[in-house]
């Protein structure tokens, strides 16, 4: 076997340690020339990942890959930010640790921070925020660098269009006990104002009590028909003491439950028999309930705010159940089958 020359060598432990790839400064500190560079690459022995950023050993750069040539393109300091963090950090909401990370021909976007007077744009894959606010802590994971949670979920909520998308992300850093609301209203408060109604509805609806996409949905269509002094996830308990249920939604002037019931969570035998005996409990109380799918908020939001305002006006004109409230002071919903915005 031949041996390596010393510039192969160095090219070879300088990508070994930066996962395949190999800047063309790095290049150049070694003495290979930018034409002798260029031909590899258009030869097919090396890919042109981003401009100035070379995958050693060719084809398509795997998510990792495509991470640490975001890194080596923007410079030092950059961080990792967005879906990206929140991927690293094991969220599951919105599916991150479902996503394939290796689609050649529409890799997802790789969100960077840097600082405002660096001189770096977006291209590529690569989404580059020069930013007034860079951390001045962050996180180190599997030798790559990422925004403290707080700002991540921040700077991935602004960027999203879907309320619930946004209201997964934050309910379950709040359930999960990865951030607190105080941490969240800060970011909110200090970070940019771009897009951030998304990112300041889910907060909102989860310092109201909500801890999941549906139980934000609810909270939106209370505000929107002004219908007020709607406590989430409350702990109803009988004069005795003895719990009834923890309703997604519980109006206490009244007496009103309501509970938004997923497809997925009765699939299972026992998401069903715990339905069941959930209602059975509501009705030796005396509790009128009203059940929501997750789909009428989209399909019929109209139709199901009149069966709740007709749910109400029919609970206002009967006794208040003889319930006690407690809220709810566990971090997690009041039912397993929604956690994490599922």
């Not at 410079?75 to 094991?90: C, E, F, H, V």
């Not at 001045?136 to 909520?157: C, E, F, K, M």
């Not at 509501?282 to 019929?300: E, K, S």
Request: proline share 6%; aromatic share 4%; charged share 25%.
């Amino acid at each position: 076997m031949p041996r390596m020359s010393p510039r192969h060598q160095a090219v070879r432990d300088t990508a070994d340690a930066q996962s395949g790839l190999i800047t063309a400064a790095q290049l150049a500190e070694i003495g290979l020339a930018a034409s002798t560079v260029s031909r590899r690459a258009l030869g097919g022995m090396w890919t042109r990942v981003l401009p100035g950023v070379h995958l050693v050993n060719g084809g398509h750069p795997t998510r990792r890959q495509r991470e640490v040539a975001g890194l080596l393109y923007a410079g030092d300091p950059t961080l990792i930010t967005g879906l990206g963090a929140l991927r690293q950090s094991g969220f599951r909401a919105m599916r991150l640790q479902e996503t394939s990370g290796d689609e050649a021909e529409r890799p997802e976007p790789v969100h960077l921070l840097i600082p405002h007077h660096r001189r770096r744009v977006s291209t590529g894959y690569v989404r580059v925020e020069r930013t007034h606010r860079f951390p001045d802590s962050h996180v180190v994971a599997a030798g790559l660098s990422y925004a403290p949670l707080p700002r991540a979920i921040g700077d991935a909520t602004r960027r999203l269009r879907v309320g619930a998308d946004a209201l997964a992300i934050v309910s379950e850093a709040v359930q999960r006990r990865l951030v607190t609301i105080a941490e969240l209203e800060l970011e909110l408060n200090e970070g940019s104002r771009r897009g951030s109604a998304v990112f300041r509805d889910a907060v909102r609806a989860v310092s109201g009590g909500a801890r999941s996409a549906p139980e934000g949905d609810l909270a939106r269509l209370f505000d929107a028909a002004g219908i007020r002094g709607v406590l989430y996830n409350a702990v109803l308990l009988t004069s005795s003491g003895a719990l009834i249920a923890t309703p997604d939604a519980w109006l206490d002037d009244i007496g009103l439950a309501i509970e938004v019931d997923s497809r997925e969570y009765h699939a299972s035998p026992d998401g069903f028999a715990n339905t069941l005996r959930r209602n059975a409990r509501y009705a030796a109380a005396g509790v009128p309930v009203v059940g929501v799918l997750p789909t009428d908020f989209h399909t019929r939001p109209a139709g199901l705010l009149a069966d709740i305002v007709g749910a109400m006006e029919a609970a206002a004109r009967t006794p208040r159940p003889d319930v006690t409230v407690a809220r709810h002071e566990s971090p997690a919903s009041g039912r397993d089958g929604w956690r994490w915005g599922a």
